[in-house]
């Protein structure tokens, strides 16, 4: 590779990327995730996770290049890089709300919209300018490749580096991971992704990592109600046409600050209460532990209907004697435990890490028995939406 | 120290801050400074440099806590720690572009500023609230009191603070410094702060640290070019009554931003500039190297007439049949290496670190004789600029 | 805490003593633990896993300190420390294996030999000499203290220092604990020492951490072989007279190397080995994957009977056509998971972390299921041995 | 290069071994550097330094390979690692004192002994086996190969690897060094070996790191004053006829002890002090700060005779009642600064890096005029000698 260019960064140190890659990150569609935060409000909880997609994004394709690196790819190395750097172009602002948003409102998912910045800009061309073949990088990106798995599957680069970053930014002590036992322990087998033997124990690490920091930063209860509000805030701006969610993929932070800081009415009233840290708290909370399946069962249902989870909130707000958008029902996504799939090679066979390891079974296990609802609202009338989730069941 | 709450910081592990200080960081002024960049637009050259001034005050509290924690001040060790916790609350967006407009355009640097918001805000009385006189706070603030120089002085908690902040964000690998050491000798003798002998080594770490961050860092040539450009951009947007600098400290950096994106014309193609990184590049420059004493003088010169300083930008852009403004010059201030004169308590007396130690004396000089003039313009301008920067004495 | 000196350690940055704690420091009883290396034979794996119970133990003290500043314990606080800083002070050179004789063969812990040095020693003295009772520092190390725990319980100093220790010498990533959570959160309440529920992630992160440094270090199959050949090497040396064992808790590293070095035969031919890394190699092995629970017993029955044991070793060898000591049976002991015992207070009620936490409850349970036995001899013989092993059934 | 084996080191992570290498470390030659500490009796000072020349070896050739990948040097790639990886093999125990031993009486440096071991021992055959040319290893380390400086020159992988490794074991932040840019900046520009200008602020923050390091560790006063005694001591148990300087290439940390422990009278006596840290403490002590020049070319002078230096310690003890060897008069030899001799590569031209950089000149300078005498003696005596010393100018 030739080494146009060398970028400081805090997790991996010196990272060269070429001249094609320098190329790339100058595109403005890149420059744009500079002003995207990677972990949306969680600076409201761990204030210097302060850290954007446009680092991340650089990190993964380092990584990237150090696995290929390692294998005789021929052609594809280059394209693999650029692949991981342009992962999340289509990546809108409000980290996960974004994606919330894009999933239900317009069946869409930030790798479609990722697909779409790369097809539709300058990048096709800057791609095919250094010999790059622009579809085997739309391919890589949308899993029909040999090589995809690196860039999104079990133990991929984007988790190796996020991992990492998140835990170097948060201060968090669990996001340690052996970047370097994992970097030097994926294989390509027959064409499959795996890890061998030795390279076991980085990938229990890395689950036990994601699992610790599941609670810890990614479902912080604090982050749920931040990320709550802010995504009830841009669901009523979108409705009242302040915001086209078309235009998503190209926004970043500042436009979303902007445009919460031009509404009237709620949307303004909750980009206040963001900006001051001023957030709900919870009225009324459920998990596993309460053993109440048929509860879950309610909540799950509910997740699939969106118009009946919207009038749940009208009519708690109204029983309350609050005004729409005041009572807030969240419900946390199921978790997906997919790294437990990734494939462990022992020289002879591949095996997935969950039957290999016995830890990893059970952390697959633990996470798929998670599951939590919180109903949130202002401090101030918070005594009486506890009084009223008291039935909650009554409403579902 | 009642342990209201915890707050995980990457620099220092976990922050306890008391009630007050709680009630303080949850005022709207002091989170404002979530949304103010430490290091302003060298987020440019590093891509990880996010971190704010939130941090960096919160940190700086901390590690004033963790000094005055050794000594018996009495009722000023709160006090002390709330002056630490504000003492960036007057600081505008922009970083040192903020700091230079308010200098040089209203004579007022933003430790007025910070004054003034304690004054006029609701700070006073949550102070007041807590039994801590707000006047000593701002004693301490104004350099009026007997600790003031723990918060700004030769070896103060702010510069312990940035200078390893910066180096964690930025990846950079020379701001180590040694904080425990640091913290643990600092002792107050007949009221004044002094470093014991044990701390000698560290004090010489904390310069070394601060000498080499300088020009990797603080002084970078792509930094210095992103600035001039803000600078001369929000001059501009000063002069069209875009932006109040009365206002300055109560700004964040969307504000900036927004304000950039709604103007038209030559503030709006900078703005534009530096968010797709399509910056400046350098035309001519000169340094200490040079050996040109009497280019030196002509520039600090200019340093001190503005107007002057403002015309000859204007005739160089003229004689190179450019607009007004796409011509930058940008002339690096004088250093001031305070931290020389640190007083070293050997037991009997307090010296300079700077008489103490040689390799200190050392720094000190080579610092004082560093200064750097750099002409700046557009890529595609860059011969012509070049050209006429030949005879740039002939302007002087 | 009157802080007559600092030590500088890479774990702990600057860590305080006080003039008693130093003039423990510097008997020839605690100068002995330089020279004992904390992980015994590890450096075979870990090369630079060369620390030893010295630091160890000056860094159990530091955080016994950290600890007991946040409570107020009275005088007790002082003997905790010093308890902290002897905890070790009987432990004989080898590490695991100097335990396991004194437990085979005088039916005594280490433990027992730290009250003897303490009680035969001019420690005594020195305790006393500063106004501390030594009969309060004998009774916490004898867990018969209400501060016992603190030393040697469910999360103790001595765990939490030699885990973040052993990461940091091993370069190992799983070892990382959040040693400020930890610390912040330990409470006395009624004399129970409980970890606050916003530790409670800092718990599960030390439980993991030693779940994943066990196999990864503390049991690594390379590890056990030098061990095992340490150990019965060593047997045979007090067979032969060249070792009393009751000379063990005075002895040092060196004093084994030259008592190997001096000897003949056997214990020599084995010291040479360990000396060039001529490990013996892995003829069989079982573990709980293979899922016969009859075997297990069978081996946990001959652990308890060391004659039958050792006629094993002896049959297996001569049916090989070996000497005697050249076939050797390892069988890792009975895995103890009590930190999972440990106390989680919610502030009404304390409950064990197995309880409280999911992953706990299963790190315990997998813990619980590990059990494993190798058989090791000469590369040059392992053919044979592995024939012979096939039948293992057939011996036991 | 075939990856045969990886070790796990904490300063640089994964360091891969092949096959040929781990044949070299598999040698009983080489395996004796695990039992010869890198910073001798330094952790009497800093007692986590239990480091040692093995894993400081494996670590220089891992950087060695990382700078070698760069460049296309065909089979001279394969010996430089080598060369690297045995840097060290003829390294005695007792760090610097064995040093300073065979200079002085045997006029031999460690590097001879180096070479000798290679000549002698298996070590040839086995480079032979793999087609690595002895005779290409034996000259990089005899400085006669165009790559020599790699290994010992101004900026050389023996320095960055101990420097960071060092200031790792210590725990002192000074040895910081940005390893990565150092690596990515070398280059080999006609046969010279250069440091391109992108790394010159990383050769600064090198020398600054040895700069800081020299006081704080490698010439610490009880480092000092611990190795003189070990000096004095071993130079005594020579002329006893206890050791023979010949055999110290192939001894080790353990057979020194040893021969301390068997011995009598002084020998033994001086084992002792250092086993138990009863060390001598200073008496007299003269170094720049006392502007004497005179005094300084007296002792420089001193360094030149060992007979007269010998006869003015004997002097002294005489004096002062003392036996032989209770007075130690210890020189500090003169500072070598020779990576101010590092080129910095512009793109046109080759200049040193004093040349270059203000701060390394300055540094050369201060280093340069530094010169220290210490005179030691037991703590019972010290008034007694330090009144002779009021008088030493005139034993001189």
Not at 90 to 103: D, I
Not at 159 to 166: E, F, G, S
Not at 190 to 203: E, K, P, T
């Amino acid at each position: 590779m030739d080494k146009a260019k060398v970028i400081r960064d805090p997790v991996h140190k010196d990272i060269f990327l070429s001249e094609l890659e320098m190329r790339l990150v100058d595109t403005p569609e890149f420059q744009r995730l500079r002003r995207i935060k990677q972990l949306g409000v969680t600076n409201l909880v761990y204030p210097s996770a302060n850290h954007t997609r446009f680092e991340h994004s650089i990190g993964a394709a380092h990584i990237a290049g150090r696995i290929i690196g390692r294998f005789d790819v021929g052609d594809a190395g280059e394209a693999l890089r650029a692949a991981a750097l342009l992962h999340d172009i289509g990546h809108g602002p409000l980290s996960h709300t974004s994606e919330e948003l894009l999933k239900r409102h317009l069946d869409r998912s930030h790798e479609d919209a990722t697909l779409s910045v790369i097809r539709e800009s300058g990048i096709r061309d800057i791609l095919s300018e250094y010999s790059v073949d622009p579809d085997v990088v739309l391919a890589i990106l949308s899993k029909e490749h040999m090589l995809s798995g690196l860039i999104s599957g079990e133990v991929d680069v984007d988790r190796m580096d996020y991992l990492a970053r998140d835990a170097y930014h948060t201060g968090v002590a669990y996001g340690v991971i052996d970047m370097d036992r994992l970097v030097n322990t994926v294989e390509l087998v027959d064409g499959d992704i795996v890890i061998s033997q030795g390279g076991l124990r980085a990938v229990e690490g890395l689950l036990v990592a994601r699992f610790l920091m599941t609670p810890t930063v990614y479902l912080h209860h604090t982050s749920r109600i931040a990320d709550a509000m802010f995504l009830r805030a841009t669901e009523r701006a979108v409705e009242e046409g302040l915001l086209r969610l078309e235009d998503l993929m190209r926004m970043d932070d500042f436009d979303i600050q902007a445009m919460f800081r031009a509404a009237g009415g709620y949307v303004r009233h909750m980009g206040r209460r963001l900006e001051d840290r001023r957030l709900f708290k919870t009225a009324w909370f459920a998990d596993e532990t309460c053993g109440d399946e048929g509860l879950r069962e309610s909540f799950y249902a509910l997740m699939e209907d969106l118009g009946r989870w919207a009038r749940l909130e009208v009519e708690l707000a109204e029983d309350c004697g609050l005004e729409e958008g005041f009572v807030i029902v969240d419900i946390t996504p199921r978790s997906r435990y997919e790294e437990s799939n990734a494939l462990i090679w022992d020289g002879e066979a591949a095996r997935p890490v969950s039957m290999v390891s016995p830890i990893v079974r059970i952390l697959q296990d633990t996470e798929a028995s998670k599951w939590s609802v919180g109903v949130y609202a202002p401090q101030e009338h918070l005594e009486r939406v506890r009084g009223i989730c008291g039935n909650i069941k009554g409403y579902l």
